[in-house]
């Protein structure tokens, strides 16, 4: 690996981590700099989903005071997002690369929309709050259990998957809904870490300097983050996702 291939994989990681830390979709900048740089498609999945892993621990310590008192609900919905990361992680391992080839410009493009979409979604959650309910009901953990197996299959946005979910279904404030979201894209994406380090065969070198970079950026993603007008940072992700779309078509 060249030094710049490095610099470019550790500057992707720390925008990827602070990114994560706001709203999510920090795949959507990880994953298309792997591929540019050669790397296999399956292969670049499991070395990104390794390497955040830091950075959402980062994430979460981040916003360890809105996540006091809410064990309740990070053991509740954390073994939802358990199991459904380990589901996600057996199909990626299990199915054919074709399969992923075919799939992922797919996923993709749903992050990309969910971006787009993010304020409406937000606005629309919040329309909803007074009709949510604190541990947000029957259907929650089972929609928690789907974007666990979304973000162990592929990760990008699951974030926003998980935020537009538990923004609808709970009754607090969005800081708090965000820590929560963060605590459980941690759990999913140490689960899947844990689940490809056994099972898989990840590109430790990208592996390593993407974990270096989340965490930098994780823990400081608050404040980078919003220095951004919202529009600017959507724009800059949408954009990275759609050339990783373009790039996936073309190759394959």
Known sequence: MELWEALAILAAGMGAGAI???????????????????????TATISNSIGLAPGSLSSA??????????????????AMSLLGAVTGGALLINLPAGVFERVVPVL????????????RIAAWARSRRAAARPDGGPLL????????????????AQGIVLLSMLGTALDDSIQRINALKNALAFIVNATAAVFYIVFADPAWAAVGLIAGGSVIGGYAGASLGRRLRPGVLRAVVVAVGLAAVVQLVVQF
Do not use: H
């Not at 993709?108 to 304020?119: D, E, K, N, R, S």
């Open 61 to 78: 310590i981040g916003y360890r005071r809105e996540l006091r008192g809410q064990r309740r609900r990070v053991l509740r919905f954390g």
């Open 141 to 156: 953990p089972v929609g928690v259990y789907s974007a666990g197996v979304y973000a162990g299959y592929f990760a990008a």
């Open 108 to 119: 993709i493009g749903f992050a990309c929309v969910l971006i787009i979409a993010q304020p």
């Open 20 to 42: 994560n830390a706001v709203v999510g979709s920090g795949t959507l900048f990880t994953f298309p700099v792997l591929l540019a740089l050669g790397y296999p498609p399956v």
